[in-house]
C-alpha cells in the first residue's frame, strides 16, 4: 500500500511540474495525399510551424494495415509519457495501388476499417507501437463496420486511460463507445461501452472529443444530421450523463469535422477548432470561450488571428501543451531553426 501512494505521489508531481512548465503547444494532422503523420509546433498558440517543412514525420504506410493513417491524437497521461492514437485507415488505398477494391471489405459502407494504431513516447521522437485490432479484441465485435478517430483520456476514479472512438456494428449507426487500455496502450481492456447517446433516430455522432474545465466534463462531437457540424454535450462523469444539447456549435455554413479543444497557457480561454472539410481547399476553423457558453469566431487559417507558416490543407488536428525544453529538443531533431 505504502509503494502504490508513494507511486501515486510521484504521477502527481510529475503532472504538477509539466504543468507549470507549460510554455508551447503541439500539433498533430494529418494530409489526404500522403495519409501521413505531420507535427507544428507554436509559441504562442497562434502562428503554427510544421516541424518538417509540410512533410510527413511518419509515413502511413509504414505503421498501419490499412498502408494509411487518419485522425491523429495525442494526449499526455499522468505518467509524463505521449500517447498517439490514430485510424488505421487509408480511404485512397485503391488509387495508390495498396489493394483491388474502393473499401477493405465490400457491403461495410463507407472507409470501412477495424484497427486502429497507438504508439506511446516519452519524447516525442523515439515511439512504441501496436496495431490494434479491435474487432479482435473481445467476442462479440468481430462484426464491427469500421472503429474510427480514437482519442486517449485519463479518468481519474478509475486511474485508468480511457479511450473513446467512433465504431459501428456491420452497416448500422455510427457511435461513440469507450474502453480502458493498459498502461502500455497495447490493448483494450474492457469491452467497448456506449458513451453517448445522439437522440435523432438514423442521425449520428462521431469525433468525441472531451475536456474537463470549469468542474464540468465537456464532449464535443460531430453530429452527422442534415449534413455535419460541431454539438456539444456536458457531464458531471467522464464517461456517463452527457445531456443532449441541440445547439451547433460552429459557426461555419459549410460542414465541419474533429473537433478538438485545447487551452491557452496562463489563461482561462480555451480554443475550439475544428476541421472544415466542406469547402475547397480545406482548412481548420477556430473558436474561443472561457464559459463554454459564449465563443467568439477566430476565423481560419491565414483568414484571420491564426496562423500556418508553412503548411497547408491539415486534416483532423489535436493540440498538446509542451514544455520549452520538450519543444526545443523536437525542434533540433527535425532540424527546425525556432527558439521558445
Known amino acids: 500500500m505504502k509503494s502504490f501512494f508513494l507511486a501515486l505521489t510521484g504521477l502527481l508531481l510529475t503532472a504538477g511540474a509539466i504543468a507549470q512548465q507549460k510554455s508551447a503547444y503541439l500539433m498533430v494532422y494529418f494530409k489526404d495525399d500522403t495519409h501521413g503523420l505531420y507535427m507544428a509546433l507554436s509559441k504562442d498558440g497562434y502562428s503554427f510551424t510544421d516541424v518538417n517543412n509540410a512533410k510527413p514525420i511518419i509515413a502511413g504506410d509504414t505503421i498501419s494495415f490499412q498502408k494509411g493513417i487518419r485522425d491523429p491524437h495525442l494526449f499526455r497521461g499522468p505518467d509524463g509519457s505521449f500517447y498517439l492514437a490514430m485510424t488505421d485507415l487509408h480511404i485512397f488505398a485503391q488509387r495508390s495501388g495498396y489493394r483491388s477494391t474502393e473499401w477493405e471489405r465490400e457491403g461495410y459502407g463507407w472507409g470501412n476499417n477495424r484497427a486502429l494504431v497507438l504508439m506511446k513516447s516519452k519524447d516525442l521522437i523515439n515511439w512504441k507501437r501496436t496495431n490494434l485490432r479491435v474487432d479482435q479484441s473481445f467476442p462479440g465485435l468481430d462484426s464491427i463496420g ?185 525542434a533540433k531533431h527535425w532540424g527546425l531553426n525556432m527558439t521558445f
Not at 461555419?252 to 489563461?267: F, M
Open 146 to 330: 469500421c472503429a474510427w478517430a480514437p482519442e486517449t483520456t485519463y479518468d481519474p476514479a478509475k486511474k485508468k486511460l480511457m479511450i473513446y472512438f467512433t465504431m459501428r456494428y456491420g452497416n448500422g449507426k455510427n457511435a461513440l463507445y469507450y474502453s480502458y487500455v493498459d498502461n502500455d496502450f497495447t490493448k483494450l481492456e474492457t469491452f467497448p461501452q456506449p458513451l453517448f447517446h445522439y437522440p435523432t433516430p438514423g442521425k449520428s455522432a462521431i469525433d468525441a472529443d472531451i475536456t474537463y474545465a470549469n468542474g464540468k466534463y465537456h464532449m464535443f462531437y460531430v453530429a452527422q444530421d442534415n449534413g455535419n457540424g460541431i454539438k456539444q454535450a456536458v457531464s458531471d462523469s467522464i464517461n456517463t450523463g452527457y445531456m443532449y444539447d441541440p445547439k451547433w456549435y460552429d459557426p461555419e455554413p459549410k460542414a465541419c469535422e474533429a473537433p478538438n479543444v485545447w487551452q491557452r497557457i496562463g489563461t482561462k480561454k480555451y480554443v475550439l477548432m475544428y476541421d472544415i472539410f466542406g469547402i475547397k481547399p480545406h482548412n481548420f476553423g477556430f473558436s474561443e470561450t472561457e464559459d463554454f457558453v459564449n465563443f467568439t469566431d477566430l476565423g481560419h487559417f491565414n483568414e484571420g488571428v491564426m496562423k500556418a507558416t508553412n503548411f497547408s490543407s491539415p486534416k483532423h488536428g489535436a493540440v498538446v501543451h509542451l514544455t520549452k525544453k520538450e519543444a526545443q529538443r523536437l
